[in-house]
């Protein structure tokens, strides 16, 4: 874990227009600075950037928040990684706490396989273009194949010369560890010596979402009955196959703009499909999803387009998986290539737009298409026709979101027209997977049995209280940028806010832990600001106090140029702000206790009951005028 004080050493150098203006063009406006979102497309910018509170927002789409989330959320870094790019950028050390032997030693092998792959990366692709054979066997064989020689240099594109241990040999040379040599996959042990592993083979680096090499594909130049058409690097500590998708480095962008993500099976589909202007497009390599690829995509977008192979194997490959996608709640489709062609082959042959139009024409629904492969190879045999309606209703019961709710049902309604049976008795049999998978849920965590009950009881109620959100974000804002002011001789407007807020607590639970964190952070004498708060580790505070501190609006500089000896920019207001804030807010209170105490008159016949009641009643009363009186103004009912 990274030390506190070098995540303070991080935060305190960052310079959020900086780091933004990397990936976004900023234009100053005012005190801050305007672009067009990276997160939604926009022709009129509303993306605002502000220094001073080093936070942004986007008053089109609402996304917010600081340097690190912008990273995390452009980028798709995790916390610690958009951390580290920050500490490169501003060449700070990066300190972590003392790790066990076990974990120090797969954090060392981890940058040390980086290290080699990225070596070995460049001895590749020196190899294709700066030696005949290179030239003459593998670059040729990639122009015949149709990729020029930008794509082979923007994916890193190289080759292995036919030689037994041209690599191994320049490794030892450069004093490579041998035995990371071999855990990297990119040699061999024989007969106690080192051979390179891909000989004679067009390589295809494999990168991570932040860009580093962490494997490879070694494909066969031409046709071999004799030897595999692909190598690929082995599982390591950076390199596990379930959680790759080839091509997502450079996807990644693209697939956030056009909210869909393209899948297709090899690493020349994708090559060639962004050779041609479709960026949207990453590889399985020729596996089965697995829910961690599926997950990667679901960070980009909800709608996955499945691009296979026309063929029977095509189909088949297609099909594998489709219920954890329904598990994930993404959207998917299916095209499938035809002619005994593949992506690769079909977009050189029809060209970009003619390919862009297909796949638009030609999506499937992927539920629907499976139920009609289903159906077409039961044919009249009942029994079959049986266990496709069980397996269609096992897929449905997966789609468990409440939030998906409205999609099941507008599945079942189709599955059931094709299906030619009753659509209540297809909603029964859906429910009846669904209960017989939280009965197995059960058995496995019996934690959990007490929260199933309750949510699938009929008689469950939610209770939404009656809240005070806009007047608690307000003293929020105070508290944020007055809080460390002074109030008077001898407080601050924290204390004085602190001791207001004795009698009148919040009801939002998430205000609420904002103010928690600001009180203990106060009184532990960390100073706490909007800054100090923006980089929580917490998403929930992060956002929130991005919410409160950031408007749309700021006053112009021409006000204090109209009014003259005003100075309406520079005059301190903090005074009046918080104690404007804290009346408005116990007037909010005292009006839901008229409210909740006029209840209760209505509600009780006791006499001794509506005394009292109205003895609040009339205390309230007095507090109302008392802070009216502050005000100088009336609160008309």
Known sequence: MILPQTIEQITSRIDVVDVVGEFVKLKKRGTNYLGLCPFHGEKSPSFTVSPTKEIYKCFGCGKSGNAITFLMEHEKYSYVEALRWLANRYGIEVEETEMSDEAKQHVQVADSLYIINNFAQQFFVEKLFETEEGKNIALSYLHERGFNNGIIEKFGIGYSPDIRDAFSKLAIKHQYNSELLL?????????????????????????????????????????????????????????????????????????????????????????????????????????????????????????????????????????????????????????????????????????????????????????????????????????????????????????????????????????????????????????????????????????KEQAVEQALSPESEVFIPLTDELQERNILRVLLEFGLKEWDEEQRIADYIFTELEVFPFDNKENEQLLELYRAQYYQGLQPTTKSLLYNTEEKIRQLVVSITMSQYELSRRWDEVMENMHILDQDSSHKDAELSMIYFKLRKIKKMFEQTQLELEQTSVFEDQLRLLEVHKHLKAAEKELTAQLGAVILK
């Open 183 to 447: 855990r990297s996959g990119l040699v061999r042990s024989y007969n106690d010596e080192l051979q390179d592993n891909y000989r004679g083979r067009i390589i295809f680096p494999i990168h991570n979402n932040s860009g580093k090499i962490i494997g490879f594909g070694a494909r066969i130049i031409g046709k071999n009955d004799k030897a595999p058409k692909y190598i690929n690097s082995p599982e390591n500590e950076i390199y596990v196959k379930s959680k790759i998708l080839y091509g997502s480095y450079f996807a990644r962008h693209s697939i956030d703009k056009n909210n869909e993500c393209l899948l297709v099976e090899g690493y020349t589909d994708v090559v060639s499909l962004v050779q041609a202007g479709v960026e949207n497009v990453v590889a399985s390599g020729g596996t089965s999803l697995t829910v961690e690829q599926l997950r990667l995509i679901k960070k980009y977008t909800d709608n996955l387009t499945i691009i296979y192979d026309g063929d029977s194997a095509g189909v088949k490959a297609a099909l594998r998986g489709l219920d954890m996608a329904l598990e994930e709640s993404l959207n998917v489709r299916l095209v499938l290539i035809p002619d005994n062609e593949d992506p690769d082959s079909y977009v050189k042959k029809i060209g970009a737009s003619a390919f862009q139009q297909f796949v638009a024409e030609n999506k499937k629904d992927f539920i629907l298409f499976q139920l009609e492969i289903m159906l077409k190879d039961a044919g009249s045999d009942i029994s079959r026709k049986n266990e496709v309606v069980n397996r269609i209703a096992d897929s449905l019961s997966k789609i468990s979101k409440a939030e998906d709710f409205t999609k099941q049902q507008e599945y079942i309604k189709q599955c059931a027209a094709l299906l030619k049976i009753d659509e209540a008795g297809l909603t029964t049999l859906v429910n009846k997977y669904k209960r017989d998978s939280l009965t197995k849920l059960e058995k496995n965590n019996a934690f």
